[in-house]
């Protein structure tokens, strides 16, 4: 996507209804693909998806930036209660994708590259100027995003602004070839790994199956539910499958970037039976790993970790750089990942107010006595 320099001086228009954007899907996915901070839960199926299933009760402020006829920056946002004893009738905005069951990272404004300060600016006027919200929250900003850290930076200049850690994403850098991923292991982990791989192929015929169509997806979508329900059993936790709208949400989305390419959803097999599945999604070479589960009851020949190893066989011959575990604390991450990415939450308020004394409290003087009695109760 190449625009040129803009000469004319940037516009803005606010929608309040995704059927209401002027522009198609395909001009905003192609301004992401340009932007500065490029990640596939910014991109319009995953975006316009996440609204449909989770949107209700909530009002749509999506803020585009255009210059002349071209989109040049989009700021996804809605605007629900604020929450909290002391904020329960305050109005605030927050990214959409955030917010609902699915906890995406990386979420935030698209801004094309080559102009971001001059949108960035536009951005902030505007929420500035706007009497939609009492406060606004940017959470889980990974470090390698400037526009929306300049965004935020530039809204507490003229706002009460709270920066609070996120959650941290584990990943790992992917080397050339699979030999030197088994090299970053170490010597027990290149043992640890390539026995189980041994084991499993000496029991069965094992199988590495990447769905490619909408009709093998759906057959096997009742599958995958049941491998996640297994293995969230095995640890003693439920499956988020069983909220109906989560599995709708992600069976949709599935559905809308699987013809794309982005969507990828691996099948482990032991002699044709699917014992595991991984579930996420390849962008601008990168994978992020969302979803999986395993059968229990084959635990003994390690599915989850053999289907990894495959994973990263497939990855690396295709030349995917990075391989992105997300958030959660799963031990399993540890033993592959080699960064950590820290993200940051922006809360900024419209003034000192009681939305922002309940955050201070919330984030900051909680957290303090949580810490006082854990160490009261270890004394």
């Known amino acids: 996507m190449t625009i040129a320099i803009p000469t004319t001086p940037?516009?803005?228009?606010?929608?309040?209804?995704?059927?209401?954007?002027?522009?198609?899907?395909?001009?905003?996915?192609?301004?992401?693909?340009?932007?500065?901070?490029p990640c596939v839960f910014r991109r319009h199926e995953w975006l316009s998806t996440w609204w449909k299933w989770f949107g209700e009760g909530r009002k749509l402020h999506v803020i585009q930036v255009f210059s002349g006829p071209d989109l040049v920056g989009v700021?996804?946002?809605y605007q629900a209660s604020g929450g909290g004893r002391f904020s329960l009738r305050s109005r605030k905005l927050t990214l959409i994708g955030a917010g609902g069951p699915t906890f995406p990272e990386y979420l935030g404004p698209i801004v094309h590259r080559d102009h971001t300060e001059a949108i960035v600016r536009q951005l902030s006027a505007s929420l500035t100027s706007s009497p939609a919200w009492d406060g606004i929250e940017f959470p889980d900003i990974p470090p390698d995003d400037a526009a929306t850290r300049t965004l935020a930076e530039a809204l507490a200049k003229e706002r009460p602004m709270l920066r609070l850690p996120g959650v941290d994403c584990p990943y790992l850098d992917l080397p050339d070839s699979y030999e030197s991923f088994l090299e970053q292991l170490g010597h027990h982990g290149r043992k640890r790994e390539r026995k189980k791989l041994r084991k499993a192929e000496g029991a069965f015929r094992v199988e590495l199956d990447l769905l490619d169509s909408v009709d093998r997806f759906h057959d096997v979508f009742p599958r995958i539910v049941e491998l996640n329900r297994s293995s969230r059993a095995h640890h003693g936790d439920r499956s988020p499958f069983d909220n109906p709208r989560y599995a709708g949400f992600h069976r949709e989305a599935i559905e809308s970037l699987l013809p794309c390419g982005v969507a990828q959803l691996y099948l482990l097999r032991f002699d044709g039976k699917p014992v595991a599945f991984q579930y996420g999604y390849l962008y601008r070479e990168k994978y992020y790993a969302f979803q999986n589960g395993f059968d229990s009851s084959a635990q003994e020949y390690s599915p989850g970790a053999v289907l990894f190893q495959l994973i990263f066989q497939r990855l690396l011959a295709d030349g995917v750089k990075e391989f992105d575990f997300l958030r959660g604390g799963e031990s399993y991450k540890d033993l592959y990942a080699t960064c950590r990415r820290c993200t940051v939450n922006f809360h900024v308020f419209r003034r000192k107010s009681a939305m922002l004394a309940s955050h201070l409290i919330r984030h900051g003087l909680v957290p303090r006595l949580k810490r006082l009695v854990r160490r009261c109760l270890r004394s």
């Open 10 to 37: 940037l516009t803005v228009q606010i929608c309040d209804e995704f059927s209401q954007l002027p522009l198609a899907r395909s001009a905003w996915n192609e301004l992401l693909d340009a932007s500065a901070y």
């Open 75 to 77: 700021l996804p946002l």
